[in-house]
């Protein structure tokens, strides 16, 4: 079946810090890959997605590749903020194969000090 | 504001009693997903309706129900309810033929 493993947390950052938190995946199809955030108290956003081999996905200044070749997405961002601070989700969708469910990773917080 | 509503956003009840929760998806979209979100299990598909119809089946105990009425809100219906069913109900919806799903702010359930 599918899955997706992430990077484990927690993770703590100073602002202005490089950020990256690794994503890879195992499915039978052609998945679509997302990046989903949950800020303290409340529902999960779309950060990003990805919906084929090689597409990037970009948002808010984080960014993740769609890697075939090493099964990864992985979410970067150049410069984090204290307004970062989350639980970040990876999650991938074999909608194409009719399987429209989400698969997540299973979260990472992030803590961004000042 | 993702337009997927969820109410209520808090739920205390007791062990063996039933509850039912609520979800009216974005406009126009078909399609209406239930996921559950514990600190053990993480966050777990639970069931997808659409257009009224059940199209998918996750982890869903026996105990837990739902359905989608003709104006496409959905209820989760959770009976029986054990210490374990403590969790963050979540709802999205996604357009017809469309895979990204957009989630409500969830529902907080906590049984004692």
């Known amino acids: 079946g599918n899955s997706v493993t992430q990077m484990e947390g927690p993770v703590t950052l100073s602002e202005e810090a490089f950020l990256t938190i690794n994503c890879t995946y195992t499915?039978?199809?052609?998945?679509?890959l997302f990046w989903y955030v949950q800020y303290p108290g409340e529902g999960l956003q779309l950060l990003l997605k990805?919906?084929?081999a090689d597409d990037k996905g970009s948002n808010k200044g984080f960014e993740a590749t769609y890697r075939k070749e090493t099964t990864s997405f992985h979410l970067e961002k150049g410069s984090v903020q204290v307004s970062d601070s989350a639980v970040y989700f990876c999650?991938?969708?074999?909608w194409g194969f009719g399987n429209e469910k989400l698969t997540f990773g299973t979260g990472t917080r992030l803590t961004i000090i000042p | 504001d993702s337009g997927v509503t969820q109410t209520p956003k808090h739920l205390i009840t007791a062990t063996g009693q039933r509850v039912t929760l609520r979800c009216s998806p974005r406009?126009?979209?078909?399609?209406v997903y239930w996921y559950q979100q514990s600190l053990d299990q993480g966050l777990q598909f639970l069931i997808q309706y659409y257009n009224g119809e059940e199209r998918a089946k996750g982890n869903i105990l026996e105990r837990f129900s739902a359905q989608q009425f003709p104006d496409l809100h959905s209820e989760l219906n959770l009976s029986s309810l054990e210490l374990g069913d403590s969790a963050l109900y979540f709802c999205?919806?996604?357009?017809?033929?469309?895979?990204?799903?957009?989630f409500g702010p969830g529902t907080r359930l906590l049984v004692l």
């Open positions: 990805a919906t084929k």
């Open positions: 406009s126009g979209d078909l399609s």
């Open positions: 499915a039978t199809g052609y998945p679509s």
């Open positions: 999205a919806s996604s357009q017809d033929g469309g895979e990204t799903q957009y």
């Open positions: 999650a991938l969708s074999d």
